[in-house]
Nanobody
Framework: VQFVESGGGLVQAGESLRLSCSVS????????AGWFRQPLGNEREFVAG????????RYADHVKGRFTISRDNAKNMVYLQMNDLKPWDTAIYYC??????????????????WGQGTQVTVSS
């Protein structure tokens, strides 16, 4: 499975970005999908997850109400709309898939590969 993330950039606090993730080598519709981030010097952490059909979404507490995950199974794409960005949202953002949202939340899914990620930098 390959992941190609895009859409990151340098923005000011309060602005928005929309990240995109193209998934290849696997039929996206059979997996739960999620976004993760890794701030410089820190471990990768869960940000948001969405079930196969898109009916259930879960978010990390620090992004609830600001970020929205979505997916387009026909296009094998996953998206992350990020509004009201904060300086502490600065990180490299990645997408991946797994068997369940809890497995993504606690980072226990069998993450066989990761993309290059997309850098998001939020200035104050």
């Amino acid at each position: 499975v390959q992941f190609v993330e895009s859409g990151g950039g340098l923005v000011q606090a309060g602005e928005s970005l929309r990240l995109s993730c193209s998934v290849s080598g696997r039929t996206l519709g059979s997996d739960v999908a999620g976004w993760f981030r890794q701030p410089l010097g820190n471990e990768r952490e869960f940000v948001a997850g969405i079930t196969e059909s898109g009916t259930i979404e879960r978010y990390a507490d620090h992004v609830k109400g600001r970020f929205t995950i979505s997916r387009d199974n026909a296009k094998n794409m996953v998206y992350l709309q990020m509004n009201d960005l904060k300086p502490w949202d600065t990180a490299i953002y990645y997408c991946n898939v797994g068997p369940s949202i809890p497995s993504l939340q606690v980072m226990t899914a069998d993450f066989r590969s990761w993309g290059q990620g997309t850098q998001v930098t939020v200035s104050s």
